[in-house]
């Protein structure tokens, strides 16, 4: 019961925080949220939300405007943007299988995920890229658990939408870029050094081209 109070009050300044959030969500789609929370015997939650443009966006986006004729197509098209883009990780445990979301359509739209997980939770890493192709795009993460006090993060192009986080102490700290972050940015720093590349080497061909000139006969 002691325990189930301390969540509690873990939960109020989150719970206001996120109603807080809803009124931006529901009018920017550059703005959404995740909510990680520990429930008992290993269960967690994971909670989405987002405006309903967002997702519109990302479905016009990735498939096309015409992509489905009712709500229950769309639900399926977001559930399988979320299945690609979306993951998570625990410490010594493969990816989790976020499967089977309940999504609950409206001017904020809400997608939860239950499933199994470890008891301790010491690290694990974050993925949320469901909303890439939105400008600017920001996703805030809150974790809920028990005797852990710092719990908002921000995931966005800065780093990947992708973030690892380890306890420490009643916190969570970031714990430098993911494998995968490294990655990606080694492909964008190789990608703009070919193309400096070119653009060099192009300018210095066009610098040795001959310039033909005329001449008047006497």
């Known amino acids: 019961m002691q325990w189930i109070n301390g969540l509690a009050k873990k939960l109020i300044p989150c719970i206001l925080a ?24 290993g269960m967690w939650m994971l909670q989405i939300r987002s405006a309903l443009t967002a ?23 977001v559930a399988e943007i979320l299945q690609k883009d979306l993951s998570l990780s625990f ?14 359509l409206g001017h904020e739209t809400l997608v939860v995920y239950q499933f199994k997980g470890p008891e301790q939770l010491d690290s694990f890493i974050f993925r949320n890229e469901s909303f890439r192709n939105i400008a600017n795009s920001k996703n805030v993460l809150f974790v809920v658990k028990k005797g852990i006090d710092k719990n908002q993060f921000t995931l966005n192009r800065h780093n990947n939408f992708e973030i690892r986080l380890v306890a420490d102490g009643n916190n969570y700290r ?33 610098k040795l081209k001959p310039t033909n000139y005329t001449t008047n006969g006497s």
């Open 18 to 41: 996120i109603i807080s959030y809803s009124f931006v969500f529901a009018h920017s789609p550059s703005n959404s949220s995740s909510l990680l929370i520990e429930g008992e015997n």
């Open 55 to 77: 997702l519109e966006q990302e479905v016009h986006t990735r498939f096309s405007a015409d992509s489905y004729k009712t709500p229950e197509e769309f639900k399926n098209l």
């Open 91 to 104: 410490e010594n445990s493969p990816h989790i299988a976020l499967k089977k979301p309940q999504i609950k």
């Open 174 to 206: 970031i714990f430098g870029p993911t494998q995968e972050s490294k990655i990606k940015y080694a492909w964008f720093v190789a990608g703009l050094t070919v193309i400096l590349l070119i653009i060099v080497v192009l300018g210095y061909k066009k």
